[in-house]
């Protein structure tokens, strides 16, 4: 197997407090020399001068490649070409080219309907500038009429230029499994890395579930909701659910894996030793 490929997202941090929390995420996370960071765009109202704003200093505090999010809802060709430039300028060279949905107040989609329409206009008007990752959902992304649909859409948009997939998480190894095989009966061959979220907070993770459809098994739930206002035992259970999956997810042949941070290093480099993952080592050398 190729080497496998382990990221960190982030979002654009609000404030003094939030960018002096991002600022030493980001040092205790670059220790482990991931192959990418990536930082969102639209979260919590963030803005993409906010994204490019953070992708700039992380590059210039780690060394390491950074990837944008870019969405395309609500936008011109012109303006995403200027921003394609902006980004091209500050020598940013990977993206993570998806959607979007329409924020409060939003009414026109804009002159791009889907991701794959993004794709192929970064692909016509850069060509090989960028490297593209897209988005996809293992339980299904919430809009989409059948898992067949879904498929089909998910294969239009890796067709028209992806150079690899990014999915958003799950806590159900087979439905991974499941997306991978069925990306690979159609001819799809980039990789597929599982995005995983770390279990630190139940009513925020109840919370992004529902809005982006990712399931909470059951039995988490249940767990999660029997402990309370117990914090330490949720991290504590969050962290074997988590480390279980994420292990589960390698022994399937996973080429990597994409940590959803939230800006946070704790949690992420104690998954990281329990697995063991590369230059584990250095964490205990930096401690
Ligand atoms: C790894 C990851 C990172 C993310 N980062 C961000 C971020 O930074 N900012 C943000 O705002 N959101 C982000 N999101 C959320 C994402 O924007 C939403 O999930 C959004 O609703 C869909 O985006 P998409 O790129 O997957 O859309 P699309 O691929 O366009 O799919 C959206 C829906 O339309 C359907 N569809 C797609 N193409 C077609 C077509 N040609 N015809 C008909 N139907 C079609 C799909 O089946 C799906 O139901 C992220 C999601 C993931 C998984």
Same mark, same amino acid.
């Given at each position: ?92 060279? %990977?993206?993570?080219? $998806? /959607?979007?949905?329409?924020?409060? #107040?939003?009414?026109? *989609?804009?002159?791009? =309907?889907?991701?794959? &329409? ?83 907070? %139940?009513?925020?993770? $109840? /919370?992004?579930?529902?809005?982006? #459809?990712?399931?909470? *098994?059951?039995?988490? =739930?249940?767990?999660? &909701? ?62």
């Amino acid at each position: 197997m190729t080497e496998r490929t382990y990221s960190f997202e982030f979002f654009p941090p609000k404030g003094d407090k939030g960018a002096a929390l991002l600022s030493k995420a980001r040092k205790q996370l670059a220790a482990v020399n991931p192959a990418f960071f990536s930082v969102t765009f639209g979260a919590g109202g963030s803005t993409q001068e906010g994204t490019l704003e953070t992708c700039v200093e992380t590059r210039d505090a780690t060394s390491l490649p950074v990837a944008a999010h870019i969405s395309c809802i609500g936008s011109t060709r012109e303006g995403i070409a200027a921003l394609l430039e902006q980004y091209q300028q500050q020598g940013i060279d %990977r993206l993570v080219a $998806l /959607r979007g949905d329409l924020l409060p #107040g939003m009414t026109d *989609p804009g002159e791009f =309907r889907y991701a794959n &329409e993004l794709v192929t206009f970064i692909r016509e008007t850069t060509g090989d500038a960028f490297h593209i990752e897209v988005a996809a959902y293992p339980e299904y992304h919430p809009e989409a009429p059948t898992p067949e649909d879904d498929l089909n859409n998910l294969v239009r948009k890796v067709e028209a230029g992806a150079d690899a997939v990014m999915t958003q998480y799950f806590y159900n190894v087979q439905s991974y499994v499941d997306l991978v095989e069925r990306l690979r009966a159609r001819g799809i061959k980039q990789p597929v890395v599982p995005g995983v979220m770390p279990i630190t907070n %139940r009513d925020q993770l $109840l /919370r992004f579930s529902d809005r982006c #459809g990712a399931e909470i *098994p059951r039995w988490i =739930r249940r767990r999660l &909701e029997s402990y309370g206002d117990d914090t330490d035992s949720i991290r504590a259970f969050g962290h074997d659910v988590v480390a279980k999956l994420s292990q589960d997810l390698l022994a399937a042949d996973a080429p990597g894996l994409h940590f959803y941070t939230l800006n946070r290093a704790e949690p992420v480099l104690a998954l990281w030793q329990a697995l063991d993952l590369p230059n584990a080592a250095e964490l205990d050398n930096a401690a």
